[in-house]
């Protein structure tokens, strides 16, 4: 989610404004100016790229970030910051008579700017704390923002796969376990795909829900989502699988507009990954054993009929 | 020879992919207006059922489609949402007896249903083999996404018209895609990558499988519907190559003549379909010979004499360029 700046952070936006501004009329009131061959350019230059560079990150930081304390501080340190630098820069255009409190002013502002963004840094280390705290279960020790599927925000396939390929390494024993959710063409085919979105994501909730701090839940593919367990025995794993399996046949999903609930069920598979073995083969087992179940349960509906 | 379609021919209506594409972009919250930019296609001509659009049309909007969508599945969900189509071309296979008559309603209507492929089937051991050409030549990783999405249409409608999971061997000529997992979880784990040729194979007993969801009624009536619709059968390049498959030697001189068009402006016109008439020859004798080599089990010297080679080195020679490996590698 992105945040619209002169919606979300009115206050701030104008903060920064006003200090721009200010900056401007501070100079042009008390400065005079220079003549054309006083002006040293690579100064301009130099002085102008810091100016640009902190409105860019100011800028960043009001479109990624929702409101609130860290926010406010990163981004009033910053401004203040890029207030003095601006006075800095129309110094050279303009010569300030030698008065005290201006250079007091250009120069004053901006330790104190460093200070706030320092402490707004501070606020965001302890805000990242509680938000990798949320993070359990949904991710390792690897953090890849690319590697995020959009519609559950759970990792993709390629995560999985490197966070299993990092366990292999290490030597661990590593139980992998696949949960695909049965004829989910289907519910996409009668309830559309936004229906069928929003219950990949509801599945994924619950899914975490069952799944112990240190697992990781991985959407693999299309409806087929991935559990990594590190050191579970082959008696815990199947029991969390068939503890996630009852969850979603109990869970009553509501599709937008129809009356009756609908109830999940899904196939479930589970490989006992060893240090030999490479992340792909044991995926590929997992998928082999999930299609082999979907072809049995085929016949047996062929022979019940 | 002149029933043909051109890149430019708006003929098809807005039925089946291009639906299928503008719902499910809509439903992942992509604005329309984004997804039509650069494809010559508007709102309106959506809304209109008289519009008719052309290959390239589609192509482009193919092509937008994939980029907005970004996730590695939007291929195999806009597969499987092509037989969910309404159209009369389409409910035909629906309601078909088996999916043996279902392939031929979808070779019948291919112009409509899947306009960018067009294919040729051999029966040899109770094996059905498809090979898989492609009807309008396009640059490769676009062409590769487009075998995505008609590899899980088809693998969809298998699974739609026997009611379980039927195996289904799919040999790729580009190499192996990044997101492999999502070809295992969409097309299953029979999967082969840089192989000569686009080839799927299913056994013969899945074509005689009863469909479910058969209704020899509806066929019938959706069926003599489309009777009185005249519809156009081949695309420009399948034109040509079928063309060039029955006369081994012709020459461009020669079809061009055929064609009805100088030969000057026969080349533009391939020109303007991206392909060169000695790739398009190379394309179709590069399929002959691995048909006539691994299904007809035809020896070297057959082979290079019924494709008008001057001897078996040059053939051999010719062979390994197309492929990378000798005839005689391609047998085992």
Known sequence: ?305 | MNNYVSVDTKYMSSEGMITAIVELAQSRGIALHKLLRGTGIFEQDLLCFNSTFSVSQQLRLIKQFKVLMEDSDSGFLLGSQLINDTSKAAQTLLYSAHLGQALNQLNAFKMQLSPLLFNKTHLKNAQYYIYLHCGFAVEEELYNYILEVYAAAFYSLLKRLTGEYPQCEFDFNFKKPKHIHQYEQHLGLKLRFEQPCTRWTIAQSVLKKVNPNASRLRFMQVHSQLQSTAYTRYSFIEAVWCFLSRQKEAGLEQTATAFAMSSATFKRKLKHHNITFSSLVDEQKKYQAIYLLTLKAKGNEQVAKQLAFYDIPNFRRAFKRWTGLTPSQIKT
């Open chain 1, 1 to 305: 989610m992105r945040f619209n700046p002169f919606y979300s952070h009115r206050f701030l936006v104008n903060t920064v404004i006003a200090l721009l501004l200010l900056a401007f009329f501070l100079s042009a009131f008390f400065g005079e100016l220079k003549a054309k061959e006083h002006i040293q350019w690579l100064d301009v230059l130099g002085e102008g790229g810091i100016v640009l560079m902190t409105l860019s990150w100011i800028t960043a930081l009001l479109v990624s970030r929702p409101a609130g304390k860290v926010t406010r501080y990163l981004v009033c340190g910053l401004a203040i910051f890029m207030f003095s630098a601006t006075l800095d820069l129309l110094d050279e255009w303009l010569i300030q008579p030698s008065q005290l409190w201006l250079s007091w002013i250009e120069s004053l502002p901006a330790p104190i700017g460093m200070l706030l963004t320092s402490l707004g840094l501070y606020y965001w280390h302890q805000e990242q704390y509680v938000l990798n705290k949320q993070l359990r279960r949904r991710e390792a020790h690897l953090r890849q923002h690319d590697k995020v599927c959009p519609i559950t925000g759970l990792y993709k396939a390629d995560y999985l796969q490197k966070v299993l390929t990092d366990q292999l390494k290490v030597g661990k024993p590593v139980i992998v376990g696949a949960i695909d959710v049965r004829d989910f063409s289907l519910f996409n085919r009668e309830f559309g795909f936004y229906e069928g979105d929003r219950l990949l994501r509801e599945i994924s909730e619950l899914i975490l829900m069952n799944c112990r701090v240190g697992d990781v839940v991985c959407r693999y593919a299309g409806d087929c989502f991935m559990i990594l367990m590190p050191a579970t025995s082959t008696a815990q794993g199947q029991e969390l699988l068939r503890q996630i399996k009852s969850a979603l046949a109990h869970c009553a999903f509501k599709v937008e507009g129809i009356k009756k609930a609908r109830f999940q069920h899904v196939t479930t598979e589970f490989v006992v990954g060893t240090p030999q073995q490479y992340a792909h083969d044991i995926t590929h087992q997992l998928q082999l054993k999930l299609q082999q179940q979907k072809q049995q349960r085929a016949q047996q509906r062929e022979q019940l009929c």
